[in-house]
């Protein structure tokens, strides 16, 4: 499996990005992928998760603005960033654990795709 995560911007706060996690190898059909963050000098955090049957789950800090799809003909997962904030600023990074659900550690990770938000 192969992972392709784009879509790195400069935004003003308040605004949005969408990025994509193309998936390459096997069909996306089977695998749940999420998308994990790391800002500067921190940890990486979760965000949000999607399973093969397209149940979405979402860390806490980013319900209500960021949204999570997939569209298996393109084996594509989308993140739609909106209403962002300063501290949205870190590399994003699409992973997925090879399996169906979103609960099992990540074994598969993309190179990550960079997002400031800045006045």
């Known amino acids: 499996l192969q992972l392709q995560a784009s879509g790195a911007g400069s935004v003003q706060p308040g605004g949005s990005l969408r990025l994509s996690c193309v998936v390459s190898g096997l069909p996306l059909d089977d695998y749940a992928v999420g998308w994990v963050r790391q800002a500067p000098g921190k940890e990486r955090e979760k965000i949000a998760c999607?399973?093969?049957?397209?149940?979405?789950y979402y860390s806490d800090f980013v319900k209500g603005r960021f949204t999570i799809s997939r569209d298996n003909a393109k084996n594509t997962v989308y993140l739609e960033l909106n209403s962002l904030k300063s501290e949205d600023t870190a590399v994003y990074f699409c992973?997925?654990?090879?399996?169906?659900?979103?609960?099992?550690?990540?074994?598969?990770w993309g190179k990550g795709t960079l997002v400031t938000v800045s006045s």
């Open positions: 992973a997925t654990n090879g399996r169906g659900v979103c609960y099992l550690p990540y074994t598969y």
């Open positions: 999607i399973s093969h049957g397209g149940i979405a």
